[in-house]
């Protein structure tokens, strides 16, 4: 048989073909290993850090240079590769599937260590896995044409990629968690140098001593994997200095709710976003003002709070006949609705029959609502042609601050023309906007944007404990007008404490600031630094 009618070729005195094929199928699993701690990685930070497209950028920099690093330094590897690659794995297998924990724990502990240790770790595991293929495909070499040795390695690489950039976000993080995740591929690495182990154990020198390194780093990783649960409770009990009462990954975010004598408190990716002892004050504030401006608001949305306190405060308005709530993360419905401790914070307001519950990406759905069909022309309102109306009388607009650029883009002009289009003509959306006192300019960068959408812009602010100072916008196709009554029962807002909202101190005046768009999205580089400033 040649060359030319045969992928793999055994010569004469070469190892078998079963031997190639072996190494091979290992290709795809440490493929699938290397990308995994190069998403592990930039998750983390992305969570922890903010800015995901910046930390995503970084980390996968850092990663690919230091691949290309540990392909240069194969060539220094010229005697008892298998050896070599052997010591490589497991390595790989202790360093790549502990980066998960040893981050969380650092940025639970550590804070400050949290991003040395990141980019120490991203280069020392993307060294060690650049160190990987080429001494695959020198051990390859002596079993496979040269012709086809690239081909059937990158074929491998390449497929093991895809089948871990699929399940990472899909299956893994949401079943598994990252820290758990990580241990997983770990002991995957150290499945492919036991293999190894195996495969050359006739020519390989010191066995005995491999075999012990092998089964110690097995234990290490499997004692991780099973004690991962523990680990990320300590730390992040650590982190919040409060008991965990629930934590959960999505794929969208992590989701963690506190205990302690302060009440419950919502973290989403180690953000705060509300605590039970002062929540009331926040969501009255977010809610109130523009529906009792409206009078008597029959359809209303609420695009984001997922936690169901903004839908609470709705439902407090006889008028309102339907509710829908538009929230990505199913995960935040389902245990604000299903979780008996947590439904009571909302009163059980998304088990209401008048809420309806719509698990996606918000600018989506404007999009969706906005667009025509095709059998209508582009006046014509699809929602309409469905059988309910298109168009809402206020929109609640509770999103989490634009820490990153897929949050940013709920706060383009974009996103407020299409929000523009959804409101009736006598209606109004109100919109959290940050901290016009610590990020006074990203504040004004959201007043801009909406009165860029050619809607009038009423900003005002309340004092929350938790937040501080904390930034609202009333937007509509008509002037703001201060409301005469507000519902019964309402522990900040009154009447004659409402229209002290609307003044802004000299510190928190209005400043020049840009429109945000989604082909810039100044709003996330300006929200960052300000609150920089305020961590440092």
């Not at 691949?67 to 790989?92: C, D, K, N, T």
């Not at 650590?238 to 419950?264: D, K, M, N, W």
């Not at 996606?360 to 667009?371: I, N, R």
Request: net charge neutral; proline share 6%.
């Amino acid at each position: 048989m040649t060359a030319s009618s045969s992928t793999l070729v055994a010569p004469t005195g070469a190892a078998p073909r079963p031997m190639a094929v072996a190494l091979l199928a290992s290709v795809f699993v440490i493929a699938a290993c290397g990308l995994l701690y190069e998403l592990a990685a930039g998750a983390l930070a992305s969570y922890l850090l903010g800015d995901s497209v910046l930390q995503f950028s970084t980390v996968i920099g850092t990663y690919l240079f230091a691949m290309g690093v540990g392909s240069w330094l194969s060539r220094y590897f010229e005697r008892q590769l298998p050896a070599h690659f052997l010591r490589i794995e497991l390595l790989i297998a202790l360093f790549g599937g502990a980066l998960p924990a040893l981050l969380f724990v650092a940025n639970a502990t550590v804070p400050g260590a949290f991003r040395p240790l990141l980019y120490g770790m991203v280069l020392v595991v993307g060294t060690l896995v650049g160190l990987e293929i080429p001494l695959v495909m020198r051990i390859l070499k002596r079993d496979v044409t040269i012709r086809d040795l690239v081909s059937q390695v990158l074929t491998f690489d390449y497929l093991g990629a895809l089948a871990v950039s699929l399940a990472f976000p899909l299956v893994l993080v949401p079943r598994l968690g990252l820290i758990r995740t990580g241990f997983l591929f770990g002991l995957m690495n150290a499945a492919v140098a036991i293999w190894a182990l195996w495969l050359f154990r006739h020519g390989l020198p010191r066995r005995r001593a491999f075999a012990v390194a092998s089964a110690v780093v097995v234990a290490l990783l499997a004692a991780g994997m099973a004690g991962a649960g523990r680990i990320t409770s300590l730390a992040e009990e650590h982190f919040y200095q409060a008991p965990i009462t629930f934590a959960e990954s999505t794929p969208y975010q992590r989701i963690v709710v506190t205990g302690g004598h302060g009440g419950l408190r919502l973290f989403l990716n180690g953000n705060l976003q509300f605590a039970q002892r002062d929540e009331y004050r926040y969501h009255e504030a977010l809610v109130h003002p523009a529906m009792a401006a409206h009078g008597a608001p029959r359809r209303v949305a609420v695009l984001g709070g997922g936690d169901g306190m903004a839908v609470r405060e709705v439902l407090k308005y006889p008028s309102v006949e339907s509710v829908t709530l538009v929230e990505l993360d199913p995960a935040m419905t389902q245990l604000f609705r299903d979780t008996p401790q947590l439904a009571q914070l909302n009163h059980g307001a998304l088990r209401d029959p008048r809420v309806q519950i719509v698990n996606t990406d918000a600018f989506q759905w404007l999009q969706q609502g906005v667009a025509p069909t095709a059998q209508e022309p582009a006046a014509a309102d699809p929602l309409a042609a469905r059988g309910g109306e298109a168009f809402y009388d206020v929109i609640v607009v509770d999103f989490p601050d634009p820490t990153n650029f897929s949050i940013g883009k709920l706060y383009t002009l974009s996103f407020y023309a299409l929000l523009e289009q959804r409101l009736a003509a006598s209606g109004y959306a109100v919109i959290q906007t940050t901290s016009p006192l610590v990020a006074r300019r990203s504040f004004w960068t959201v007043v801009q944007t909406v009165e860029a959408a050619g809607l009038s812009a009423t900003p005002y602010h309340a004092h929350v404990p938790s937040f501080g100072e904390w930034g609202f916008i009333v937007a509509g196709r008509r002037p703001w007008r201060l409301p005469g009554t507000l519902p019964d029962g309402l522990r900040f807002l009154t009447p004659h404490t409402l229209p002290l909202l609307f003044d802004f101190p000299a510190d928190m005046a209005r400043v020049p600031a840009e429109v945000n768009r989604l082909s810039n999205q100044a709003l996330v580089h300006t929200y960052e630094t300000e609150w920089g400033r305020v961590q440092e």
